[in-house]
């Protein structure tokens, strides 16, 4: 009885469309928008007596569709992606901290959960 060994031989090229497909986009977005619900449900808000705008900060995530220039193989390839990122003013602030306002780093812990949970 013959032996088949089964083989692949990757195409770069159809690998390259595949991760610059609508597809990927599909499923960066989706994956940005998980840990986006995370990062709301775990930022800060501030007591509406002492700060003119509670909830500023939890209401101001976004995830935003991008193409990445990724390097391979000594070259940049353009890659599907997107970048969850908070527009609020104060942002800066709440993720590593300064004299007024202490470190929360929400990203960080809402990735960290985000990879927890996948586990």
Do not use: C, W
């Not at 597809?23 to 989706?30: D, E, K, M, P, W």
């Not at 942002?91 to 590593?96: I, L």
């Amino acid at each position: 009885m013959a032996r088949y060994r089964s083989t692949y031989t990757g195409r770069y090229e159809a690998i390259g469309k595949l991760l610059r497909s609508p597809g990927a986009q599909r499923a960066t977005i989706q994956a940005a928008t998980r840990v986006m619900s995370i990062a709301q449900f775990m930022s800060p808000t501030g007591d509406p007596a002492e700060d003119r705008h509670p909830g500023l900060y939890r209401s101001s995530f976004v995830v935003v569709p991008i193409t990445k220039n990724v390097r391979f193989k000594g070259r940049g390839r353009m890659r599907a992606s997107a970048r969850l990122m908070n527009t609020a003013r104060h942002a800066v602030a709440v993720e590593y901290g300064n004299g007024k306002v202490q470190r929360y780093a929400v990203l960080r812990s809402a990735l960290d959960a985000a990879r927890i949970s996948d586990g």
